[in-house]
Every structure is written in C-alpha cells, then in structure tokens.
C-alpha cells in the first residue's frame, strides 16, 4: 500500500475502500457510487439504503431511502417525499443533488431511543509513543424528525452505556462498547499504515437490532463536541491533552449539541 502524507482525507469512498476486507470488513456496509441502476438494485436487496456526499460532513446533505409495497421515498433534514415509481424518486433526489458526487450504502436497521435513531462516536488518537489509543466514547441520539444523529443537526449526547444497558442489558452492553473500542483500534491501524501522518480519528458506529456494530463512517478531522456535553469530563480532558501533544486545538463552543438528561 502506498503511503500518503495526508493527515486529512474527504472522499467517503476513499475511507471506505480502506476499510474493506478482513474482521473489519464485516462491520462495514457496502457503499458505492451511486447511480440509477445501483439504486435500484440496493433498494431491490435491502429496501432501505443511505444516500450520502462523498465529500462533506456533520451530517448535511444525507438521505434515508425507502422502498415499500407499491412506493418509494426518502428523507431529507425533515422533509419527506413519496414516490410511485423508481424514475419519479430517482429524479428528485438528482435535482436536490445537482453537481455533486454521491454515494450509496447499505442501510443499517439502527437501535432507537425513545423513537429517535442513535449511534455512537469513538474517538481514537495517537499518543505520545505513537500509538492508536481510544480516548472516549459518546452517544448520539438524532434530533426528533431528523435521520442523522450529528450534534451540529441538533442531536442529543449520552453516555454510551445509558443508551445500551435498557436494549441489551447491563453485560452485553459493556461487551459491545469494548467491541466499538476494538473495531475502532482496527480502523485506525488501517488508517495509520496508509496514512502515517494522521494522528486522530473520529469513527462513527451504529448498532443494529441484532446487536451487531457497523462502521458507518470515518472522520479524519473529527470535532470533539460530543464528549463535551459528557457529565464525566475524563474523556474530553483526555482529548484536548493528546490533541495538544500532537499540535491540534479544539473549539469547545458546542451550542447545537444536546445534553441528555
């Protein structure tokens, strides 16, 4: 594998071409250009696919797809559109992407909270030694009516546990934190071997109903608002302490995220 300077990298596609293959692989849904005839057959499969920027990030521009008996739809921010046919849903959602590279990737059956679809932020950076460490974890549960769960987007941040233990119980969910713990590590060797520079990565996992995680994203510039609304604050001292060994300042003025209660 060529190695890369870069300590930041845009293409979606990219990121998740890094990530295939192996224990990791298995954690990661398929996501490829999207196209007419992509759509159709993804939708055909699964019934349910996100449509996303390749470039971009806190969570503009992405749309949960929908085919069911006799219609199809998607979402975007809060608005909803139907369609009879695949044409007529195609053509919107190419008016309201114009210009821009899209992606499509398999959806992902997330676990709710009171309605309202969550998943999970890990943070994993370089320490001093030069290694991939995790150094917090975070919750994220969407803004009611909205499909992402970004705080930027008005989401809602817990502790990772307060949203796992009444779904999955108190041990398994301490077994699927220290899964995300691990799947992140493993991402971050992928990243760290093409990328030697990089030196922190906020990767996005959502749980699915059957309790299996997914990597839905990686963030090679990831903001550390989240850990911010965290009650405990060991995770966010830890954050900023590793970002100053390395030369990175946060901002930590965080207004659009919320703080669960």
């Known amino acids: 594998m060529k ?28 996501t490829v250009p999207l196209s007419w005839d992509r759509l159709r057959r993804m939708l055909g499969k699964s019934g349910m696919v996100y ?14 797809v929908d085919r069911g008996k006799g219609y199809y739809r998607y979402q975007l921010g809060t608005e909803r559109r139907r369609f009879r046919t695949h044409v007529g849903l195609y053509r919107s959602m190419r008016r309201q992407i114009g210009a821009r590279r899209y992606l499509i990737q398999q959806g992902v ?13 890990v943070m994993t950076q370089k320490n001093a030694a030069g290694r991939w460490v995790n150094t917090g974890i975070a919750g994220r549960v969407a803004h009611p009516g909205k499909i992402v769960s970004n705080g930027s987007q008005g989401g809602t941040i817990y502790e990772a546990a307060r949203l796992l233990r009444p779904i999955a119980g108190r041990a398994r ?59 405990d604050r060991t995770a966010i001292r830890r954050i ?4 100053r060994g390395y030369g990175r300042r946060y901002c930590l003025r965080c207004g659009k995220a919320k703080k669960g209660q």
């Open 51 to 64: 449509a996303k920027p390749d470039t971009g990030s806190q969570g503009i521009g992405i749309m949960r």
């Open 109 to 121: 059956h997330v676990l709710r909270h009171e309605g309202r679809p969550f998943d999970f932020r």
């Open 173 to 231: 969910a301490a077994r699927l934190i220290g899964g995300m713990r691990g799947l992140a590590l493993l991402a971050a060797e992928r990243f760290g071997r093409a990328y030697p520079a990089m030196n922190e990565l906020g990767i996005d996992i959502a749980v699915d109903r059957g309790l299996k995680p997914w990597i839905l994203e990686v963030n090679t510039r990831p903001d550390p608002c989240p850990f911010a609304k965290l009650d």
């Open 3 to 30: 190695k890369s300077k870069k300590q930041t990298v845009s293409s979606k596609l990219v990121k998740t071409g890094l990530l295939r293959g192996g224990r990791l692989g298995r954690h990661v849904p398929r």
């Open 240 to 243: 900023v302490r590793y970002g």
